[in-house]
């Protein structure tokens, strides 16, 4: 029995019937065709689908759809029109390109959501707190190293934006 | 020719990163065909099984479902899962596609189902039935060799698969004349390679060409062609492999899986293009798995600590059946065993093992991190048992600098190197002694810190065709498009290195071009030339070297039109700012011109064919030897048995560096592969053969929060084996690094008496030391003494 849901994903309205079960991540991929977010591990462990459920980083592969109806959504996509970003590349895409904040690039969309998402809490997180808040985010190529300084440099060029 | 160095050598940003960075980039599952039908498995629960019956009727009938295969369906329509590997008296251990009336190891496939839909293909799976008649399983690889086990692969009487042995210098006076010999019973587990993207395969099929085109998120695009076809019995020119985006590989896509060539034969029977895409459980359970090698060791020593001889007996766990390469993978742990040590004798004996469990094959290292990790375990004993610094140990047994091309007692030649001097750096950068200093402040208040070191020399750029066991070559063709731009088409399709940036950067210096001017292509058998892949450490200094000597080809080319059309003689030209210009008259072409020029084809010198277009199939002399030196300093915690790396210290050399930020990004990586085998990762197999760490839950993988900050540096050997000097250091950090940080816990633990601790050293197991019985708390041990520090 298929359920009508109203959705905003980066910012357009999407109106869509779908199946009660339908997961969020296969929503916004095989529904949208927006498949930036990508799929790891189906139990909310690893982190590479990572979306912003109203604000909130949220694993998109252990939500279903219909739990996003009425909500805000942004994926990887949308992120360039996200407030900080002002319709180029957001300064956390810019920091992980900068700093080789990825190699294979598949952890590399959730890793950027769960970065924005610290930064918005935290505009100069120490190394430590870049560490616990990116815990939930697993990447198995750059060790996180390069990680950490993608999101120190993207902070830096946040907080200078702001003044 | 000279050639201006503007790229190579810099830190450029990847050319691949602003596609990934926002979400554009297409793995297998991003990928949309018309009408796709999904595929999904039934699997077997059990890791030894007869199958008496698989009834997939209610399967078929079910909402969405189009196709519903068993074994016996697909049995003599599609070949055996293939192995490169050959070994002298190896037994057969042919796998099918889908089982037909044996299941060996958890998670074999025995059906195949079709659906129109994700979610009704999983549905469907749930209503096959299978009646399975449970078999013994053969878990432990001892007891699978022992008389009387269950045979897995019947005719045979047991379940040694083979047999290897490797010897040189004399072992006999070795021994005879050591003062001591150390043993020691060392384990290198099993490990999951655990990409980030699990595999994926689509495939498509158009009858009246008669084309078959398969997307797979493989390293090796060309093989997988050439295989696909054996195993479909089609002509291979009916072909096609594309590989999009690649997340991650580290030696489990470097294989040909069942699911490749049953998606091929799926889209062949329905004309429709079917997709399926692994699910982590099934990446847990049917992807290769990495190490799982029980090495008994035994080194001669003389009192001075020079290393006479070094023997091991390796029991190699292989699993159920051989992935692509997986009965050699052991064989490179006998030939890298001597380490970068001058050992004059060595012996090597593995026996290969079948057990019920996935098969093991390469795993990032691949036989290599086995040797270096319990040749350095080694030299600590040898250090502990004579009462001197690790350090000191290793320096004596190291090879002079001049005594390079060093031969070793396996048989390989070391192609340069420079031991003392990386030693010597991470001792300097890591502050050695003055953390030998505070260690024996912390154990006289009962602290437990160690330091770890690991001095490594891997084997890499694999390799001469003549030591591989299908071509260690690698293809390149470099093309300048009539507008001047430059396109390289590259065998060694990378999933996550960055060759897209490493070969523009090559490419733009040779050519004297901007790297924006340059596109690397590559995983599309039907653009590229046939190729080899990216493992081994290979794709720079073979797949690299490659395309250098295209690029030479084609500089020779437009240096003879150029000089030509300017009365200069052409080997007195140069490449630089999109212009060819002589030295010594200054009169210059336009890079641009000159590419005309071979096109229009009405200037060039008589006798000369129009185009620019190079190929190389390069084949290298020899393998490259990378080195390096790690420091680490761990804390254990005497309560929990908790271990925290506190300080991270690596010095790497793997030759010229194209891209040192590169080059930084993949040891990083390895290091924190490495600190996964040291302190976190097992799979662990139950006594029924069930796969009990068969998720993300119960097998942990380094997080952000588990390690330290690492500090790298680097010395520069270059290479005699390639024209630019490159090494290759996809491998090198989990190689170095893992013995670096178990001789750290060791070095911990060793006022408490402990001589060894077997990989993970998980907390439970370093608990279970500090509370040994017979153990002394750490609060009584008193400071150890050591030697000449």
């Known amino acids: 029995m298929a359920v009508d849901i109203q959705v905003r994903i980066n910012g357009k309205p999407h109106d869509n019937k779908v199946e009660p079960r339908l997961l969020l991540v296969h929503y916004l991929r095989d529904t949208l065709g927006l498949t930036g977010t990508h799929v790891g591990c189906e139990t909310t462990l690893c982190g590479a689908c990572t979306v912003f459920v109203d604000s909130k980083a949220v694993k998109s592969c252990t939500m279903l759809a219909v739990q996003a109806d009425g909500a805000e959504v942004t994926t990887i996509e949308g992120l360039a029109s996200a407030p900080e970003a002002g319709g180029k590349l957001h300064p956390v895409q810019e920091g992980f390109w900068e700093k080789h904040g990825l190699q294979c690039g598949y952890c590399t969309p959730g890793m950027i959501l769960a970065s924005v998402e610290l930064l918005r809490r935290n505009a100069e997180p120490s190394e430590a707190e870049i560490r616990r808040a990116l815990a939930g985010n697993l990447c198995r190529c750059t060790g996180y190293q390069n990680i950490i300084e993608a999101v120190r440099y993207a902070g830096k060029k946040m907080k200078g934006r702001k003044r | ?789």
């Open chain 2, 1 to 789: 020719m000279a050639t201006a160095t503007r790229y190579i050598g810099k830190p450029l940003k990847r050319k691949e990163d602003p596609r990934l960075i926002q979400g554009l980039g297409h793995y297998v599952d991003d990928l949309r065909l018309p009408e796709t039908h999904y595929a999904a498995f039934v699997r077997s629960p059990y890791a030894h099984a007869k199958v008496r019956s698989v009834d997939v009727s209610k399967a078929r009938t079910a909402p969405g479902v189009v196709l519903a295969l068993t074994g016996a369906d697909v049995k003599g329509a599609i070949g055996f899962v293939p192995c490169a590997a050959q070994i002298p008296d190896m037994k057969s251990a042919p796998r099918p596609v889908l089982a037909v009336d044996r299941v060996r190891f958890v998670g074999e496939a025995v059906a195949v189902i079709v659906a129109t839909d994700r979610y009704a293909v999983r549905d469907a799976v749930d209503l096959v039935e299978v009646d399975y008649e449970p078999l013994t399983p053969v878990v432990d690889p001892e007891k699978a060799m022992a008389k009387g086990a269950p045979v897995l692969h019947e005719p045979y009487k047991d379940n040694v698969a083979y047999r290897w042995e490797l010897e040189g210098g004399d072992l006999k006076k070795a021994f005879k004349q050591a003062d001591k010999v150390i043993r020691q019973r060392i384990i290198n587990q099993r490990l999951i390679p655990m990409a980030m993207e699990p595999r994926g395969v689509m495939a498509d099929y158009k009858p009246g060409e008669k084309q078959l085109t398969v997307w797979s998120s493989t390293q090796i695009p060309h093989l997988l062609k050439t295989q696909i076809a054996v195993m479909l019995r089609v002509p291979e020119h009916s072909v096609r492999v594309i590989t999009p985006e690649v997340g991650g590989g580290f030696g489990s896509k470097m294989n040909v899986y069942p699911e490749e060539a049953l998606c091929g034969y799926l889209a062949m029977q329905l004309g429709k293009p079917v997709k399926w895409i692994e699910s982590r459980r099934e990446n847990f359970q049917t992807t290769i798995h990495g190490r799982d090698q029980i090495d008994d060791l035994e080194i001669a020593v003389k009192r001075d600590g020079t290393v006479l001889g070094l023997r091991c007996k390796v029991i190699a766990d292989l699993g159920a059946y051989y992935q692509l390469l997986t009965p050699l993978i052991p064989t490179l742990t006998g030939l890298m065993m001597c380490g970068c040590y001058k050992i004059p004798a060595a012996r090597m004996e593995i026996t290969g093992v079948l057990t019920n469990k996935m098969s093991t094959d390469a795993y990032r290292g691949a036989g290599r991190p086995e040797a270096t990790y319990f040749v350095e375990r080694m030299m600590d004993l040898v250090a502990a048992e004579l009462k001197m610094d690790p350090v000191e140990v290793r320096r004596k047994n190291f090879p002079q600098p001049e005594e390079f091309p060093y031969a070793t007692p396996t048989g390989l030649i070391y192609d340069s190197a420079n031991y003392q001097r990386s030693l010597d750096l991470v001792l300097k950068n890591s502050g050695y002694t003055k953390l030998r200093k505070e260690q024996a402040q912390l154990r006289k208040k009962g602290k437990l810190m160690g330091i770890g070191l690991s001095t490594y020399v891997e084997i890499c750029a694999m390799g001469p065709s003549s030591a591989m066991p299908a071509g260690g070559w690698e293809s390149a063709t470099v093309r300048v498009e009539p507008t001047g731009n430059v396109t390289v088409l590259t065998g060694s399709s990378p999933h996550g290195q960055g060759q897209e940036t490493t070969f523009a950067q090559i490419a733009a210096d040779m050519l004297g071009l901007e790297p924006d001017e340059v596109q690397v292509v590559h995983g599309d058998t039907a653009a590229v030339p046939y190729g080899i892949g990216t493992f081994g450490s290979r794709a720079t200094a073979v797949g690299g070297t490659a395309v250098y000597k295209c690029l030479e080809k084609l500089r020779s080319k437009l240096g003879q039109i150029a000089g030509h059309i300017l009365g200069e003689d052409p080997g007195k030209l140069v490449f630089r700012d999109k212009k060819i210009l002589s030295k010594s008259s200054k009169k210059s072409l336009n890079f641009v011109e000159a590419v005309g020029a071979a096109y229009v084809a009405k200037t060039l010198p008589p006798g000369m064919e129009p185009g620019l277009e190079a190929v190389t199939f390069f084949e290298p002399t020899n393998f490259t030897f990378p080195f390096g030196a790690h420091v680490c300093v761990v804390e254990v915690d005497s309560e929990t048995g908790d271990v925290k790396v506190v300080k991270y210290v690596a010095v790497d050399d793997c030759g010229n560096v194209i891209n040192p930020m590169l080059v930084d990004g993949q040891i990083h990586g390895g290091i924190v592969q490495a600190i996964g085998q040291a302190l976190l990762e097992e799979a662990v197999y139950d006594e029924n053969g069930q796969l009990i760490t068969g998720e993300l839950m119960d097998y942990a993988i380094p997080r952000a929060a588990d390690i330290p900050w690492m500090e790298l540096s680097r010395t520069v050997t270059p290479s005699p084996v390639n024209p630019m000097g490159v090494k290759g250091v996809g491998e090198a950090g989990t190689i170095g690094a893992t013995p670096a940080l178990i001789n750290a816990v060791v070095d911990a633990l060793s006022p408490l008496g402990v001589r060894h601790v077997d990989l993970p050293a998980k907390r439970e197991r370093i608990w279970q030391l500090l509370h040994k019985p017979s153990g002394r708390s750490p609060a009584q041990v008193a400071p150890k003494k050591r030697r000449a520090r």
